[in-house]
């Protein structure tokens, strides 16, 4: 295909809003295309226009999340994103929504010294400075008295830093000390920081550790995936106009693939694309066409690093060329037999002769072929294990990188609690699981291994640590005796076990549900409705041959059966009906509404 540069200097152009040649470019190319397709305007262009704001999913939670933050009093939130993923749109969007009583001060360039900055926030604010105002010291003391008179009259005061990864550590140390500013029960000032993922590399410094733990709320934009590329596409033609397919599936999927779902790369070739589909007097882009616009664009260079599955691919086929070669080599060590021999052990046919009547195999040549068979395919589910456990650990490692998987214990016991059906609504400073008692739930919490948290079979929290010595928690929704299945804040991943083994300390909390009435410890000389019901539950235990007489009373029968329980379960025997003893019990009898590790059961 010739040039689209050079095949736009030969195209006639059509409507009245054509503008002049210059040599061999069109001054407007884009108002070709945008007549030829009937588009009211170019649909791609790389400017931020509002009319043209979509949020995927994605984008949408970290608009949530700079919301949430304007409604916290003091600390910082922090929005993170490759280049062109769509940082600016999201903020653009949060502005347009910014809640009346917030005062804003933007910056856009931070590249700048301690100084300069305190003087450009306090001009955001609109606070008189005069010459004198100089130093540091009187720059924060104006700035203090701002937010003092702004708190008087209701107002919230939060400064954003765009590119924040441009601000130097000395000048983020400045800013982490504007939090100081406070009254005896609030913060005076909410910072938004924006920008690169060098700036969540620069916050793990040792240095600015203060300020890494004052981070209220964090959000890591990623690049969209295929649907959110191809919807993306869409709605940009829809509000030019056109709602009519423009792409071919081939084409949008190689669209995604060649942009990474970067928005931005997305707007620079579709933009090209469509020109060349134009000149080429073509009704749809096709997969050849725009190949052939991005080529250009690129000029011939791939300057993009490998994307995330072209990575998983290679490591794949080398850990599968490792674990062939490792087979192979442990085939040979051991002495395969000679395919010959077997094959006249087995069918009967001399080897390098005529035909021979012979006897059946031997028992010794079957037995010799099963264990050759059994070896290798012992070989074949190693190297699979192997596999799997590589692909894991690089995916834990990766989402460990992007802050996706360890979050605080609030986050990961609400993202557990959806399996309850129960939101927690705001803490107002409680500790989570002290909220909990308000929907009939606790917290308990207990140390072991898989096989023990297997046996509660309720939805934990685990807590991990990685290889920086970092910990958090994570919600276990899912685990059978192979792999287990965690609730993320962008959804479900499952991990085989011996992955997730260097992360898990062994630790882990268990959201139960207790007796209705009576507390948590059901004991001899108790009495009364959880005594009863108790005795249901040792009925319908299986095993236990216990049967209820309606009593309420925790008698000598009431102990022995807890004490054939506990011995059945595993559990230290006492004779109390504790938290330990009482969640066992519920997870093997039937209770409704009760979420479990292993839903079948």
């Known amino acids: 295909m010739p040039s689209l540069l050079r095949l736009t200097a030969r195209l006639p152009v059509p409507g009245p809003r054509a503008r002049p040649w210059v040599g061999p470019y069109l001054i407007d190319s884009q108002t070709v295309y945008a007549n030829y397709f009937g588009l ?94 100089r130093t540091v010291k009187r720059l924060v003391d104006k700035l203090n008295r701002f937010l003092l008179e702004a708190h008087a009259l209701g107002r919230r005061p939060v400064l954003m830093i765009d590119e924040a990864q441009d601000l130097s550590p000395r000048v983020l140390e400045q800013i982490r000390l504007l939090t100081n500013l406070e009254t005896p029960k609030h913060k005076l000032l909410q910072i938004f920081l924006v920008g690169q993922p060098e700036l969540r590399e620069m916050l793990l410094h040792p240095g600015l550790r203060q300020l890494n733990q004052r981070i209220t709320a964090r959000y890591h934009l990623k690049p969209f995936d295929l649907r959110d590329t191809a919807a993306y596409v869409e709605h940009r033609l829809a509000v030019a106009g056109v709602e009519r397919p423009l792409f071919t599936r ?30 080429s007097r073509h009704p749809v882009v096709s ?50 037999p000679d395919p010959a ?21 031997t028992p010794e040549a079957i ?30 490692t990766e989402l460990g990188a992007d802050s996706e998987l360890l979050a605080d ?37 207990d140390r072991g291994g898989w096989s023990r948290v297997r046996d509660y079979n309720l939805p934990a929290l685990l807590r991990l640590r990685d290889r920086q010595g970092i910990e958090g928690w994570v919600a276990l929704v899912g685990l059978d005796e192979h792999q287990a299945t965690l609730e993320l804040a962008q959804g479900t991943e499952t991990f085989p076990l011996g992955a997730l083994d260097g992360w898990w300390t062994g630790d882990y909390l268990l959201v139960w549900q207790p007796p209705p009435v009576g507390g948590t410890l059901i004991r001899p000389g108790s009495s009364g409705e959880a005594v009863r019901w108790l005795r249901r539950l040792l009925e319908q235990a299986p095993g236990l ?12 029968q009431v102990e022995s059966a807890v004490r054939r329980f506990q011995t059945q379960a595993g559990l230290e025997v006492d004779g109390l009906a504790g938290p330990r003893t009482l969640i066992r019990l519920t997870s093997q009898v039937d209770m409704p509404g009760l979420p479990k590790l292993r839903p079948g059961d």
Request: one cysteine or more; aromatic letters at 6%.
């Open 40 to 133: 009211k305007e170019p649909s791609f262009s790389i400017t931020p226009d509002p009319q043209y704001l979509f949020l995927s999913e994605q984008h949408r939670e970290a608009l949530a999340h700079l919301v949430y933050g304007a409604g916290e009093s003091g600390g910082f939130v922090l929005l993170t994103g490759e280049v062109g993923t769509g940082k600016t749109t999201v903020c653009r969007a949060f502005l347009e929504q910014l809640p009346e009583q917030v005062d804003l001060a933007l910056i856009l360039h931070p590249a700048l010294s301690a100084t300069e900055l305190l003087r450009a926030i306090c001009d955001e604010f609109r606070i008189p400075l005069e010459d004198g105002d």
């Open 250 to 279: 081939g084409a949008l999927r190689q669209l995604h693939r060649l942009s990474q779902g970067v928005p931005r790369l997305i707007n620079i070739y579709c933009d090209r694309a469509l020109l060349g589909a134009c000149v």
């Open 287 to 336: 997969r050849r066409i725009l190949d052939k616009a991005v080529g250009e664009v690129e000029d011939g260079r791939s300057w993009r690093q490998p994307s995330r599955r072209r990575r998983w691919s290679a490591l794949a086929a080398g850990l599968l060329a490792l674990a062939i070669g490792g087979a192979w080599g442990f085939w040979e060590y051991r002495g395969r």
């Open 341 to 361: 021999t077997l094959l006249a052990a087995l069918r009967g046919a001399a080897v390098g002769g005529d035909e021979v009547a012979t006897p059946e195999p």
């Open 367 to 396: 037995a010799a072929a099963k264990a050759a068979e059994a070896e290798a395919a012992h070989a074949e589910e190693q190297s699979r294990v192997a596999l799997a456990k590589a692909l894991a650990d690089e995916r834990l």
């Open 409 to 445: 214990q609030e986050l990961a016991l609400r993202l557990l609690l959806r399996r309850w059906q129960v939101e927690l609504g705001k803490l107002d400073g409680q500790e989570p699981c002290a909220r909990l008692s308000a929907f009939g739930l606790e917290c308990e919490l």
């Open 545 to 556: 041959d216990f049967k209820d007489d309606g009593s309420s009373r925790f008698d000598r």
